[in-house]
């Protein structure tokens, strides 16, 4: 063969003359001599096996060029035969390889054969895959249509075809046919046919379908062959890069390609090159590509979740784009990290290059938590709940991580906010510390141990030794100088000052003995601590000749400079080797035991310290949890149903895991059971239901008690709306039959009884749960009635009235007034046996002075009326019993102070039970008065309509057929007349017994009336607090009975909510008069600027219960709003935030209503900006900064501009005329309000003087200049300078300019047209009106109400009641317009 074969870079290159002995084809075969050629290439494979290519080539290579004529078939054949060739070749290669013998001809036809089927292969591969994907687009079924059965059957052939390619190639790849290229080096070109194959194919928008996966996992083997085999790694590379450029839905395929060329084919370097390849991507180049950033930041993140290790070594060059523009990036960087961390850079057992490299990325990760993108912050958060969730994070960033996430709960954006809250629950979830102690808790054993690690330091300070520095260390330091000394002293020259230390030395020497060469020895070592060596030397030298036979001093028979150095250091030093007995006799002691004691001292103060810091962080986590718990119960209540969802899951995990003060939280979300959000509803039944109607336990009985115990924890201490939630919740528990349910009710049953040991708290509980299962089964409660009555009612009641009162609350649940039944109604005889308990029960209560038996006693009373057949006789003889033991009582405590004596100690005590007695006995009026009222309107007025409709439905059964026929028509007409006349009549029945017949003579009730009235009107003489609160709360719900009773005595009522000192009483009457309003709004019509009164009382609790009733009144429409909602605005600042909120509410639902705020806001800058009521001008402008904030309406802007700016006209202070300016630039001015703005120059240009207008007029004009267009800008920098003029040099000044300049124009053009005398005239009365005289304009008198006669109080019962003066009641209905009101004073 003399011939070779080049892989071309184009098909067209094979019929073009090339180089020497490079093939080219020679004939291009036509479509119809194809099939007969192909024929001849199947026999000749079938004959010559693979190496047939080299002579059919030609035959395949016009298959390509006809690719598109073709048939399907022929590009089927020839794919089959190509797939058969290579297969050939992988069989026959292997052998012959290997054998080594293969010659230089055979060596080029192999490798001919080769390259010319992997090219051809190629080539009509990725035909194919351009056809299937031309015909997927073509057949693709449109919206709405089926698709075509046959229309893709070319496709789904080809589907199965391109893995049986893919392992082809693979299977002659795998093979080391390197050796049959020259010095083993692959062509280029080669590579590029193979790999550009393989690429086509990743193109395919379906190759990232999980139905694609063989097919994607075999073109990533092929690739990672060519990878580690044929040097394709820097290809590789640039052609991952592309593919995320182009075809962002690759990110997740590069990614698995890139994991498995490091991990499976050992090419860990290309990981490193593509980073590189992003990492240097600037910021201009990824402006350009948005869908490239998109893929390289989900390539990122996923090649982390398969490689993190690997990614490690060049994690650095990613870090640039944290700084970069692009969130995407910065949220792939992050999430890389976050990887690492989790998967590599985690655990106790790093190194410290590991250990410096997780801080480093904490601390990025850190940084942007405070990212300037949203999506940035709420990701990191993520990446920080997955560290978290994994316990990777280290112990000391727990308490900043967790600071920093508390703040960002606060975020502007909803997804930040939930991915805060997620991280909180992890942190909860997997936290190191006792969550179960608050931080008060905590307070006290931290301070504990702080003491006493504050005294182990003192003590350690105290028993710290000296530091020791030994004699030979000692003697090394000074070992230069005492040579140095010595030298000197042997010298000749000093003898003369040895003799004059001699006779120092004589001197001071004392005391011969035996010891004395021990002494001087002693002496000589002194003296060298000294550091007095010239001493010491002289010392030495001459103690040789004192003791010649001393073992100190014999080495200086021959004195000479390094002996005696050497007996200085013996004397300084010691024996430097002792005898063992020598080392234990004359040795000091060992310091091996101090150093243990040490040793074990230092050990037991790192344990404390230890012990204080983990109480430390535990004391910060538990801040920081009990912060986030405050700010998390609160989004509970926003709009947006995710957050409030993710708010309800971490209630629920900090409660499971016993977090202090979670029970707030759980407590908080229940209201949200009413919620109209399905989706927030089901998530608050399904947190309780995991909480509390799930329950563990080994079996059914140890399930019920803990249920029973959750419940009744949630129950304690529970508010009435959160146990009317609960109702909710427990009721649909009931309403399913189970096992559980049946064992709940008997460990209920169990605990109230007494059966069993229960707290008081939890036996009232397990009552009211009782009565929530009677919401679902009656039978509960109904068959257990005598147990109820016996155990909570009987004998022992007075002992606990809060249980009778809970015990009343159950009962209540099987009425008909709770059930909402329809039929005939469910009552008990009045010889039951609860009726008796409780008459006995209340009678008793009124002579005794329990502060609970008033509750209890309301709830009995309504109780009677809801369940009895006569309660209105039951209750007449109830009176009648508690005034007879009222009288009795006083009775009996007047004969037991008859004697004198006694008579002074006992008469406080006498007054101080009757008064209390008293009050229970009005209290008992008043409820029997209320009660009465709302059954003839309800219970008797239904059973009327129930009858009648019976009665009518009786009449129609029985009227005869013919009858009913013929008449048929008529009834259908006058049926809907005939109801509502009965209905009227009912109604009008009912009104009548209220009016003529509960407070007739006989009756009971108005035995009371009188005694109501007399105390009420009589404070000075009746001034028990008790008796004050009864009696006026007695009275207004005697008032509910009738208008006439209302009318009679409303002055009163009004006058002690005016003037009671009891904020108690007051409340309770504001209350009373807002149920009065529904009831009789006529009556009460005038009186509501009474009622707005009470919201500047002094007391905080009245105004919290003024603004509550009177948000109700207006929101629900029976109370006109005024302009006394002013009252309501001032609120806006009240000290109490509870106030604040609410009046803050009540505007934002009057702003609901169309116009409300609109029509009120000039009444209420009127008022506010009044002098008498010296509001503070930062109060005023935060009040109509809020108020403001309601009018988005261009119309209504408009329109205020006009209003305000005439407010100008009749404002006498600069104060005013300054709110009025602040009130204008509060406004949203658009172009429209603008033109009103001019067109009212007039009537504020004479106050541009004052720098409190002309500066928020300024503001508008400076708004507006912003965002006008260029016409429109014109006009306002007119206006401003206009502005600016008056309000430097003045009106007069700047008119005066203005005329003399229109004078000078109209002598200028004399020639023209003189102006019509209309605009003459008015231009002439707009100038002319400041030069008016003052006596030509009218100035409104002060408006100032009469003042009112003092009412004074007296407990003189025989002078005039306490009420207000007929002058004082207002006399009509409705209030007098302003103007009119003005104009009549004048």
Not at 643 to 648: F, K, M, N, Y
Not at 997 to 1002: C, I, Q, R, S, V
Not at 1188 to 1200: A, G
Not at 1239 to 1267: F, H, N
Request: glycine share 4%; charged share 25%; with cysteine.
């Amino acid at each position: 063969m003399s011939w070779d074969f080049i892989v071309p870079v184009c098909l067209d290159d094979l019929v073009k003359s090339g180089a020497v002995n490079q093939y080219v084809v020679q004939d291009v075969l036509s479509v119809k001599q194809l099939p007969s050629h192909i024929n001849s290439f199947k026999a000749a494979l079938r004959s010559q096996g693979s190496l047939c290519i080299l002579e059919h080539f030609d035959t395949a290579y016009s298959v390509l060029q006809h690719c598109r004529t073709v048939d399907v078939a022929v590009k089927e054949d020839m794919l089959e035969l190509l797939i058969q060739v290579v297969r050939g070749l992988s069989v026959s290669l292997p052998t012959l390889l290997l054998s080594g013998s293969l010659s230089a001809v055979d060596r080029k036809q192999q490798l001919n054969a080769v390259k010319m089927s992997v090219f051809l292969l190629c080539k009509l591969t990725e035909t194919l895959e351009s056809d299937s994907y031309r015909e997927t687009i073509v057949t693709a079924p449109s919206k709405g249509r089926k698709k075509d059965k046959g229309a893709g059957k070319g496709l789904l052939q080809w589907d199965g075809e391109r893995e049986t390619v893919l392992q082809c190639l693979t299977q002659l790849l795998q093979l080391d046919i390197r050796t049959l290229w020259s010095l083993s080096l692959v062509e280029e070109e080669f590579v590029s046919c193979v790999t550009c194959c393989c690429y086509k194919l990743l193109e395919n928008p379906t190759i990232s379908h999980m139905k694609s996966k063989s097919t994607r996992d075999a073109i990533i083997h092929v690739l990672g062959i060519m990878v580690k085999k044929y040097n394709h790694m820097l290809g590789a590379c640039v052609k991952v890069i592309q593919l995320l450029q182009h075809f962002e839905q690759l990110a997740s395929v590069c990614a698995q390609a890139v994991a498995a060329w490091s991990t499976e084919y050992g090419v860990k370097a290309i990981v490193g090159e593509v980073m590189r390849e992003i990492g240097q991507k600037s910021s201009e180049e990824l402006a350009r590509e948005a869908s490239g950033v998109k893929a390289f930041s989900s390539f990122l993140s996923e090649l982390s979740t398969l490689v993190p290790e690997t990614m490690i070594p060049n994690i650095s060059v990613l870090l640039a784009h944290l700084e970069g523009e692009s969130p995407s990036l910065r949220v792939a960087v992050c999430e890389v990290l976050g990887e690492v961390l989790v998967r590599v850079l985690s655990g106790d057992k790093l190194d410290d290059s590991a250990r410096a490299s997780r801080d480093r990325f904490l601390d990025t990760l850190q940084e942007h938590i405070h990212d300037a993108h949203s999506h940035v912050r709420a990701r990191v958060l993520q990446v920080y709940a997955r560290i978290v969730n994994s316990k990777a994070l280290p112990l000391c960033r727990y308490t900043e991580v967790m600071e920093l996430t508390v703040g960002r709960l606060g975020d502007k954006s909803v997804h930040v906010c939930k991915s805060a809250i997620q991280l909180l629950a992890a942190f909860i979830a997997h936290n190191p510390y006792s969550c179960k102690l608050s931080s008060v808790d905590l307070k006290k054993p931290l301070d504990k141990e702080m003491a006493k690690l504050k005294e182990m330091r003192e003590n350690q300070k105290e028993q710290v030794p000296v530091a020791v520095i030994t004699a030979a260390d000692l003697w090394d330091a000074m070992k230069p100088e005492v040579e140095m000394t010595v030298k000197a002293q042997l010298e000749p020259g000093s003898e003369e000052e040895e003799e004059e230390e001699v006779e120092k030395d004589d001197d001071d020497t004392g005391g011969e003995g035996e010891r004395r060469d021990r002494d001087t020895a002693i002496q000589i070592a002194q003296l060298l601590r000294e550091s007095k060596y010239r001493k010491a030397v002289g010392l030495c030298m001459r103690a040789h000749s004192m003791f010649p036979e001393s073992s100190f001093f014999s080495d200086l028979a021959d004195l000479n400079a390094e002996k005696l150095i050497n007996t200085l250091a013996t004397l300084f030093k010691g024996p430097e080797q002792e005898t063992p007995e020598a080392a234990t006799s004359d040795a000091p002691l060992s310091p091996q035991k101090e150093d243990g004691g040490n040793e074990g001292r230092e050990s037991e103060l790192k344990k404390q310290e230890m012990l204080v810091q983990y109480l430390k962080d535990t004391e910060s986590f538990a801040l920081q949890v009990e912060r986030a718990i405050a700010v998390i119960n609160n989004m509970l209540y926003w709009k947006t149903t995710t957050v409030v969802q993710e708010a309800v899951q971490f209630c629920v995990t900090a409660f499971e895991f016993s977090v202090a003060d979670s029970v707030c939280g759980v407590r908080k979300m229940l209201p949200l059971v009413w919620s109209t959000d399905v989706t927030i509803k089901d998530a608050i039944i399904q947190a309780y239901r995991r909480l509390y109607l799930n329950p563990h336990g080994d079996n059914t009985r140890a399930k019920a008690q803990t249920l029973v115990d959750n419940l009744s924890e949630l129950m304690v201490d529970a508010s009435l709306g959160t146990v009317q939630c609960l109702e909710e919740i427990v009721q649909e528990f009931f309403s399913n039959e189970s096992a559980l349910q049946t064992s709940v009710v008997q460990v209920l049953w169990e605990r109230f009884s007494g059966k069993r040991e229960t707290k008081a708290l939890h036996r009232r509980a397990a009552v009211l749960l009782l009565g929530m299962a009677a919401r679902a089964e009656r039978e509960v409660v109904l068959s257990n009635l005598d147990t109820l009555c016996s155990v909570a009612l009987g004998e022992k009641v007075a002992e606990d009235y809060l249980l009778a009162r809970d015990t009343l609350i159950t009962i209540v649940n099987i009425t008909d007034y709770v059930r909402q039944s329809k039929g005939v109604p469910f009552r008990l005889p009045m010889d039951h046996h609860l009726f008796s308990c409780l008459s006995q029960a209340i009678a008793d209560g009124v002579v005794q002075s329990d502060p609970h038996w008033q509750t209890f006693m309301e709830q009995a009373v309504r109780l009677i009326y809801f369940l009895a057949e006569s309660p209105d006789q039951l209750c007449s003889h109830l009176l009648q019993r508690s005034a007879r033991l009222l009288l009795e009582q006083i009775t009996e405590g007047r004969e037991s102070t008859q004697t004198p004596l006694q008579e002074g100690a006992s008469q406080g005590s006498e007054e101080q039970v009757n008064c209390v007695s008293l009050a229970q006995v009005l209290s008992l009026c008043g409820a029997v008065a209320f009660w009465q009222v709302s059954h003839l309107e309800r219970s008797v007025s239904s059973e009327l309509r129930r009858r009648r409709g019976q009665k009518e439905e009786e009449e129609k059964e029985n009227a005869p057929a013919n009858k009913k026929a013929a008449n048929d028509s008529c009834v259908e007409e006058e049926l809907g007349l005939v109801g509502a006349s009965a209905e009227d009549t009912e109604a009008e029945f009912i009104r009548k017994i209220c009016e003529t017949e509960l407070l007739a003579e006989g009756n009971m009730l108005s035995a009371f009336l009188p005694l109501l009235v007399k105390v009420c009107s009589s404070p000075g003489k009746y001034s028990h607090p008790q008796l004050t609160t009864a009696a006026c709360l007695a009275l207004s719900q005697y008032m509910m009975i009738s208008p006439p009773v209302c009318k009679d005595n409303i002055r009163l009522l009004f006058t002690v909510l005016e003037k009671s000192p009891l904020p108690v009483v007051r409340a309770n009457t504001i209350v009373a008069l807002g149920d009065l309003t529904v009831r009789f709004p006529n009556i009460l019509e005038p009186w509501t600027p009474n009622l707005y009164a009470r919201l500047s009382d002094e007391n905080s609790s009245v105004r919290l219960t003024a603004i509550m009733v009177l948000t109700q009144l207006v929101l629900k429409d029976v109370m006109k709003v005024k302009g006394q909602v002013s009252e309501v605005a001032v609120l806006l600042l009240d000290p109490e935030s509870h106030i604040a909120s609410l009046a803050l509410n009540f505007f934002n639902e009057l702003s609901a209503k169309d116009n409300a705020i609109y029509n009120l806001l000039p009444d209420i800058i009127s008022r506010l900006s009044d002098p008498e009521r010296g509001m503070k001008e930062e109060d005023f402008n935060t009040i109509m900064k809020q108020l403001f904030s309601y009018i988005t309406k261009e119309r209504q802007t408009e329109s205020l501009v006009e209003k305000l700016c005439q407010r100008f006209r009749t404002a006498k202070t600069e104060r005013q005329w300054a709110d009025l300016a602040v009130s204008l630039s509060l406004l949203s001015v658009c172009e429209r309000g603008f033109k009103k703005l001019q067109e009212c120059w007039d009537c504020y240009s004479d106050k541009l003087t004052e720098s409190g207008v002309y500066q928020p007029l300024l503001s508008i004009a400076a708004k507006l200049r912003r965002r006008a267009k260029p016409q429109f800008k014109a006009q306002v920098e007119d206006y401003e300078k206009r502005l600016t003029a008056v309000h430097t040099k003045g009106l007069e000044n700047v008119e005066s300019e203005e005329r003399e300049q229109q004078t000078g124009d109209a002598q200028s053009q004399n020639l023209h047209t003189p102006q019509p005398l209309k605009s003459v005239r008015k231009s002439t009365r707009g100038r002319g009106k400041p030069k008016l005289d003052d006596s030509d304009l009218v100035t409104p008198r002060i408006s100032r109400s009469r003042p009112k006669p003092a009412i004074t109080f007296t407990s003189d019962e025989e002078e005039e009641d306490a009420v207000m003066a007929e002058s004082e009641t207002p006399k009509v209905t409705t209030p007098i317009a302003r103007t009119r009101r003005t104009r009549l004073r004048h």
